[in-house]
């Protein structure tokens, strides 16, 4: 008997990286900015999108949204009310989602095609551990961080909240109740995050969502130019 | 599993992996469950070393790769400076793997 050591350097997650490089390519081609939306279960992320995508398209954006969920399709049922197509994926009991499911359910989706869409909004699954180890292709990570959750949650998930681009507090209209301590929130992400963008927000008042709806716009822009 | 058949017949003996400290990985629960995960596959028996790496950050203030010594907070342990260029830690990578041949089938992948 011999031994011999096989040099790899493999990353074990490369199928999906690959995977995911080739939905970047698709979504530059097309010119659609891709988000993904991660957080917490309970986060609103839901609201939130479905405020963003009502709000998008009085400026008459085309948008569309992915939702993941374990089971059901009630947030696709939610997030259709605002008016874009949407659809659902189920993930039967894995807690994210990765490139593989987003690209199957880009396939056949009925009336929708990357080209038409300036924007595409990826609802992840409600967990802030493993999306973040799931690249989408996406151009823009956006963790989103409740009022209600407590203002330590980006020194708990420090992974998910450093590989976010922008940063959303949602549920603000209730931050005085909730005894909300703001200036901590904003300090924790940016210990984390140094320097990233950040939106205060209510989808019930409507409260930042101004801001958000121009930050993407921007984003839009700035993608164009760059092509 | 398909970089083990360019040796057919060669035992596994350990798998070096690097992992880094944003790499969402519990290595004591990797370790844990290595036995059982891998029974019945070419890798039962073989011995799991993981090497963890910490966060280095590009500080722009010093202009230079500074080791983080935890993830609670992002900014350069010389300077404070926050930093946002990260430049290791989020590895899950499979370093290499260490099989034991026979003599035979050495000749053959030789030949």
């Known amino acids: 008997m011999t031994t011999r050591i096989v040099e790899l350097r493999r990353g074990i997650l490369k199928k999906n990286d690959e995977l995911a490089a080739g939905l970047r390519g698709r979504y530059t081609e097309a010119g659609v900015l891709v988000l993904n939306l991660v957080s917490s279960p309970g986060t609103g992320k839901t609201a939130f ?12 954006a085309r948008v569309a949204a992915l939702v993941g969920d374990l089971e059901t399709d009630n947030d696709a049922r939610r997030l259709a009310a605002s008016g874009a197509p949407v659809r659902q994926i189920n993930t039967h009991g894995i807690c994210h989602l990765d490139a593989e499911m987003i690209s199957k359910h880009l396939e056949g989706w009925d009336g929708v095609a990357l080209g038409g869409l300036d924007y595409l909004f990826i609802e992840n699954v409600g967990n802030l551990v493993c999306p973040s180890s799931y690249d989408l292709g996406e151009k823009i990570r956006v963790a989103l961080l409740s009022v209600t ?43 984390i995050r140094p320097g990233i963008r950040i939106f205060e927000t209510s989808a019930k008042t409507g409260k930042g969502m101004e801001e958000w709806v121009a ?6 822009v700035k993608r164009e130019a760059l092509q | 599993m398909e970089s083990l058949e360019a040796y057919p017949g060669a035992r596994v003996v350990e ?16 370790e844990f469950c290595w ?28 202009d230079a790769n500074v080791e983080l010594e935890g993830v609670q907070s992002f900014r350069c342990p010389r300077c404070d400076e926050p930093c946002s260029d990260l430049r290791q830690g989020r590895e899950l990578d499979i370093e290499s793997f260490e099989i034991e041949e026979a003599e035979t089938e050495k000749a053959e992948v030789k030949g």
């Open chain 2, 15 to 30: 798998v070096r992996l690097k992992v880094g400290a944003l790499a969402s990985v519990v290595v004591d629960s990797l």
């Open chain 1, 215 to 220: 930050y993407l716009q921007q984003q839009r």
């Open chain 2, 35 to 62: 036995g059982i995960a891998t029974e019945g596959t070419p890798l039962a028996g073989s011995r799991l070393v993981v090497n963890t790496l910490p966060v280095v950050m590009h500080c722009a203030a010093c």
């Open chain 1, 149 to 191: 959750e407590g203002e330590d949650k980006p020194l708990k998930y420090p992974t998910m909240f450093n590989s976010a681009d922008a940063a959303v507090i949602t549920k603000m209209d209730i931050a005085e109740p909730c005894a909300f301590d703001r200036e901590l929130a904003l300090k924790n992400i940016n210990e």
């Open chain 1, 49 to 60: 999108l479905e405020r963003t995508l009502r709000d998008l398209r009085a400026h008459g």
